[in-house]
């Protein structure tokens, strides 16, 4: 109903192939390109990307839980969507992106069997592949029990012998209960800064369909509710590890305008872009309720909105400019 979903394949990739040139222009040198699609068309979106974009700057293509329940009418269920990722300057975007906050199964892996007063701790292993290993990373540990170790076959230590005395005198090695074991290195939950994001994105950590219709059904009657939404906490993970509070969001497919709804929540400057009439039905409205702290669903718990800023609407006007009999163009 909001979109032509027939469009004939060659037909659907030349006018992507417009889009994202003048996208990619418009991206900032330190700036990320994120694109959701489906099953159907990633193959051929994705070769369009890399002919546009190159194939350097490529990232990862993330693979989202869209649904949580079987459908038997189905050959094979089809539950996933994904989020391609690409960066003017992958180096950059490695060093600047946000990391994701530990969730709370990541978080039981630590544990204080020792009462620490530092808080939840876990091991680390200190051997390491000895492909390029130094003379100093060889050498023998010896255990409060008096038993020895070497690295095994293939490998050394991950410190030099002074680095892991240093460690151990800060009480940072650990040989087990009973003080007989494998030294590993004890590292504290109070010292994560947070999770490297990965390319699966289960339904539990970033929502999914059925997450997103509840959203627009709180927003919007049943007869105006979109087609295909998004659900915020989607949108919030890409934010999040992309940008920063004042970076600007532009969303040229803006849709339901859960891109600009999230964006604002979050303290970013956003752009959309809608050609349908999805700006007077959808997005002008949603935006009036998540500014006036009348919007209590998506991420607005999560983040603590309460409502405040505004925005500017535009109305692309006709072009100015023409072709002359000469085939000039000409204002």
Not at 178 to 192: A, C, F, H, K, M
Not at 301 to 322: M, T
């Amino acid at each position: 109903e909001h979109y032509d979903d027939g469009v004939e394949h060659s037909i659907w990739l030349s006018l992507m192939r417009e889009r994202l040139e003048i996208l990619w222009r418009l991206l900032a040198s330190d700036g990320s390109f994120w694109v959701s699609i489906d099953d159907y068309e990633m193959p051929y979106l994705r070769v369009l990307l890399d002919e546009v974009f190159g194939r350097k700057h490529f990232l990862a293509t993330n693979v989202w839980q869209k649904r949580y329940s079987r459908e038997n009418r189905e050959a094979i269920g089809d539950v996933h969507e994904y989020i391609v990722l690409y960066a003017k300057s992958p180096d950059t975007f490695k060093e600047s992106r946000n990391l994701l906050p530990l969730t709370e199964g990541q978080k039981k892996v630590y544990k204080n069997p020792t009462g620490d007063p530092k808080g939840p701790w876990r091991t680390i292993p200190i051997t390491a592949q000895a492909g390029h290993a130094t003379k100093a990373q060889f050498y023998t540990i010896t255990a409060p029990s008096g038993k020895t170790f070497d690295p095994p076959l293939g490998n050394c230590w991950r410190y030099s012998k002074d680095a892991f005395e240093r460690l151990e005198s800060e009480g940072r090695i650990y040989f087990g209960k009973d003080g007989n074991g494998q030294p590993t290195t004890i590292r504290y939950l109070s010292e994560v800064p947070g999770a490297v994001p990965w390319t699966w994105w289960p339904h539990e950590e970033v929502g999914n369909t059925d997450e997103s219709k509840k959203e627009m059904l709180s927003l919007f009657p049943k007869e105006e509710l979109f087609d295909t939404p998004k659900p915020e906490r989607l949108v919030k993970r890409i934010i999040h590890i992309a940008t920063n509070p004042g970076d600007w969001v532009l969303d040229s497919f803006g849709g339901s305008g859960t891109t600009a709804a999230v964006a604002h929540k979050m303290g970013r400057r956003w752009i959309m872009v809608e050609l349908g009439e999805h700006c007077h039905t959808h997005i002008i409205p949603r935006l009036k309720k998540v500014i006036d702290g009348m919007d209590p669903g998506g991420i607005t718990e999560a983040v603590g909105w309460k409502g405040g800023g505004g925005f500017r609407y535009y109305r692309l006007a006709p072009s100015l400019l023409e072709k002359d009999k000469w085939g000039q163009w000409v204002i």
